[in-house]
């Protein structure tokens, strides 16, 4: 290793903050800091500032201003999305749900919560591709089901679901849909009308805006509860002070981002499938999820007899900044609940590598990125007494 470079590979956990962002923000921490609520002029001035958010934040989305609500981030939106359906069908006799089993924890522990007060939860298979089957949906579909929820983009493996698809199964059943949008925003193309979508969940700091903030987009007509009780704010329906300076640097982060989403795309996709090329050339390793329908920055691999953790140390030392997963279950021992999902053994889901990638990287910083997996997993299989079983034959490999 001549040098040494130093690589930031985890922008599916988060993104370091655009100057656009920045700059949008520190007005309203210096300036316009009034509380939008207040009646006097620095308040009503804020109000305006949070008003013209509200309708550009919807623009990017193909809503309407009234649809849209400041949140926390996308666990908090997730958690009002499903209880909201979940409780307004369960008055109507409907207590079924119907989502994936590679949802992030902010639905799966939601949709536990829920079977533990008497909900029923169809989970889809989501295939050795990671993708849902419209006709394993439609199968699933009952006339108690309350809601479908199924998420835009997989936050581990990146595959990207048939959501148009899926929602236009839901509208014609009369069935809300909720999506959970968070790695999919300013990533791909989103629109919430020709998307079929009745609430939607984002969250800035997946596409360079600060983190603490996110939306829930709730369709006209569709009825949303409340999580937080306490105040008046966001037409009642999430009590507390917005945080005014965040929701404007995540606005500003938004509307970069979907203005640069094709060109950006473009440029990150070549680089992916450079990256995958390269990580192919390993032996006994395999790429999680479909190639075709992923993230344009998203690589998730497996590599046979080696474990995970010290791959992302190894790495570390050697500049990359990498995970195995979701950084909100970063402390568990469990091999990834996304990789078993779709069919990885328990043994090698633990030897997994998620690299998600943006648009400041270049050829150069892929091909280091490739350069150096190929020498950590080479030497980590050197020591590993599962490799020599495998190489001897005493066990079979399975990629």
């Known amino acids: 290793m001549d040098k040494i470079m130093y690589l930031y590979a985890d922008n599916a956990a988060t993104t370091r903050m655009s100057r656009t962002a920045i700059d949008a923000m520190l007005p309203y921490m210096e300036e316009i800091y009034g509380n939008p609520s207040s009646l006097y002029t620095i308040g009503q001035r804020a109000k305006e500032a949070l008003e013209d958010a509200r309708a550009r934040v919807a623009a990017c989305l193909g809503a309407n201003p009234s649809e849209i609500i400041f949140t926390s981030g996308g ?3 997730d958690n009002q999305a499903i209880y909201s359906a979940a ?25 536990k919560k829920l079977e533990r007060e008497g909900f029923e939860v169809t989970y889809l298979d989501v295939h050795e591709d990671g993708l849902v089957r419209l006709e394993e949906l ?9 809601l479908v929820t199924v998420m835009f983009a997989n936050n581990e493996i990146g595959t990207v679901q048939p959501i148009r698809e899926i929602g236009a199964l839901c ?6 849909f909720h999506t959970d949008a968070v790695q999919a925003i300013g990533h791909v193309p989103v629109n919430v009308v020709d998307d079929n979508i009745d609430m939607l969940s984002l969250s800035a700091h997946k596409f360079h805006g600060p983190k603490g903030i996110g939306v829930l987009f709730v369709k006209r007509g569709v009825r949303v509860l409340n999580l937080i009780e306490g105040g008046a704010q966001e037409r009642g329906k999430r009590a507390g002070t917005e945080n005014l300076a965040a929701i404007m640097g995540m606005t500003a982060a938004m509307e970069e981002a979907c203005a640069k989403l094709e060109e950006n795309s473009r440029t990150v996709t070549a680089l992916r499938e450079r990256l995958i090329d390269g990580l192919l050339t390993i032996p ?8 075709e329908k992923r993230l344009p920055g998203n690589v998730n691999f497996i590599f046979e007899g080696i474990e995970g953790e010290s791959l992302l140390l190894l790495l570390d030392d050697r500049g990359i900044s990498a995970s195995s997963g979701s950084a909100c279950t970063s402390g568990s021992l469990d091999p990834s609940h996304v990789l ?13 590598l998620r690299l998600t990638i943006d648009e400041s990287f270049t050829e150069e910083a892929i091909d280091y990125i490739v350069e150096n997996v190929k020498e950590v997993v080479t030497y980590l299989r050197g020591m590993s007494p599962v490799w020599r079983d495998l190489v001897s034959g005493k066990k079979q490999f399975q990629l």
């Open 75 to 77: 666990s908090e939106a």
């Open 171 to 176: 509208r014609e059943r009369k069935i809300p």
């Open 340 to 352: 078993l999902a779709i069919g990885r053994p328990h043994e090698i889901a633990h030897g997994s």
């Open 284 to 291: 006994h390793s395999a790429l999680n999820g479909s190639r």
């Open 138 to 146: 439609k199968e699933a579909l009952r006339e108690d089901t309350a």
């Open 87 to 111: 409780y307004t069908g369960a008055k109507k006799g409907k207590k079924h749900i119907v989502s994936t089993a590679f949802e992030h924890h902010a639905v799966l522990h939601s949709l």
